[in-house]
């Protein structure tokens, strides 16, 4: 598959769409373990959500995510924090 600089650096939103929903078919069918993924609303309003070909439980997936904010806390932090203040709010 070839990806043009400007798809590989500058998506589009349907571009994004469009692998997002391979990629969760994928974990879906068993093709990829998992795929973790935030979404913004225009409003600004974010998502963290999980898919994968296992069943995992609440806490399995808490422990997915925290690892994820853990590697992004460097290069990323405004997801990070993003990542902590949904888990936070799952929890309450």
């Known amino acids: ?3 043009s600089p400007r798809e ?5 939103s349907v ?3 469009d692998l997002l929903s ?3 078919a994928a974990a879906d069918e068993g ?11 225009p409003e600004g ?8 070909s296992h069943e995992l439980s609440e806490l ?6 925290q690892r994820i904010a853990q590697d992004v806390a460097g290069p990323h932090p ?6 902590a203040s949904d888990l936070a709010r799952k929890a309450n």
């Not at 093709?31 to 609303?41: E, I």
């Open 22 to 24: 391979l990629l969760v």
């Open 45 to 52: 309003d974010t998502m963290v959500d999980y898919r994968g």
């Open 78 to 83: 405004a997801i990070a924090a993003q990542i």
């Open 31 to 41: 093709q990829l373990v998992s795929v973790a993924f935030m979404l913004r609303s």
């Open 15 to 17: 571009e994004l769409v």
């Open 60 to 65: 399995t997936a808490r422990t997915v995510l």
């Open 8 to 12: 590989r650096n500058k998506p589009t």
């Open 1 to 3: 598959m070839n990806v």
